[in-house]
């Protein structure tokens, strides 16, 4: 099968910087305690359609199928998606300790099984977990967005399994009942515990921080690269269709509600 790879043209670029935008303004305006602003209650009304999480993983869905599809030999792959996250996921770890050493928090804790535990974490793939001395930083984390990381490595990880299934329409077909459980494993997951969050034991918090919740996010985007030379005419050079499309939800629903 002819490996068809997408150039710059589809500006994933753009759409990061997009997706990347509304995660930074949302966060901005909840932990600053903005809401109370009429503007800012106007700013989160226009980039409320547009979630930054899921468009990131959907976007890794499209291009890590297109790496792996490129080139499936396990051992370079796993080589090269390691050396696309470790290297700056340290630097950033490092610069984090620096910074919290200079304001108080290491040098008091470093004695703490918590502390080592917090650096264990942090250099490896576990970003989730915060020690209690450090929920006074900020808005309670130091590095709050580095929660997908470990999501991302999952992705990472199950994409080889997929390409078990040599046969593409096998492979359709168990990427839709999986985008199917995905979806239903979040309706359970929500009943059960979305309502009651800050009360949750550990594992209660794992079930909703693993792999399966997001799977469809990531999927739609497998999907959308396998049967992209079937969709690309709705995407390519239509632009400024999709800006209207969302331009006309935006205008219709902000000023019904």
Known sequence: MKTIVPNRSNNFDIIRFVAASQVVIWHSIEHLFLNNITVSNIIKKIIEPIPGVPIFFVISGFLIYTSYERNN???QYLKNRMLRIFPGLWFVF???LL?????GFIIPNIMLKSFWLWVFTQITIFQFYTPDFLRSFGAGNPNGSLWTIFIE???YLFIPFLFLLKKINFRIIAIII????SILYNFWYNDNFKARAQDLNIIQKLLGLNLLPYLFYFLIGVLIKIKWEVIKIYFVN???VWLSCYFSY???FFFNT
Request: aromatic share 20%; glycine share 8%.
């Open 94 to 96: 490092i610069f984090t």
């Open 73 to 75: 030999n396990l051992r």
């Open 238 to 240: 239509k632009g400024f």
């Open 99 to 103: 910074m919290l050493t200079i304001l």
């Open 178 to 181: 999986l985008i199917g459980i």
């Open 153 to 155: 490595f999952s992705f």
């Open 250 to 252: 935006y205008i219709i």
